[in-house]
């Protein structure tokens, strides 16, 4: 299954929201350089969705694509 990611990356808080099914809003306080934030964001999905995801698309972008193993 893949999802859509929107980041704000550099927040005082790290954080998850579901906005629709398959689209989620995440927060999270690391930097966006040298794959900090992307990082951060796949660890908090995982614990979010209690699987382990790939980033897929969006690397550098404010919206990525992840993959979730089931």
């Known amino acids: 299954m893949r999802i859509t990611v929107d980041v704000k990356a550099g927040s005082n808080r790290d954080s998850v929201e579901l906005i629709e099914e398959g689209h989620y809003m995440v927060h999270v306080r690391?930097?966006?350089?040298?794959?900090?934030?992307?990082?951060?964001?796949?660890?908090?999905?995982?614990?979010?969705?209690?699987?382990?995801?790939?980033?897929?698309?969006?690397?550098?972008?404010?919206?990525?694509i992840f993959e979730v193993h089931e």
């Open 30 to 64: 690391a930097p966006p350089r040298k794959g900090k934030a992307n990082a951060a964001i796949a660890k908090l999905l995982k614990r979010h969705l209690g699987r382990p995801v790939i980033l897929v698309s969006g690397r550098t972008s404010n919206r990525k």
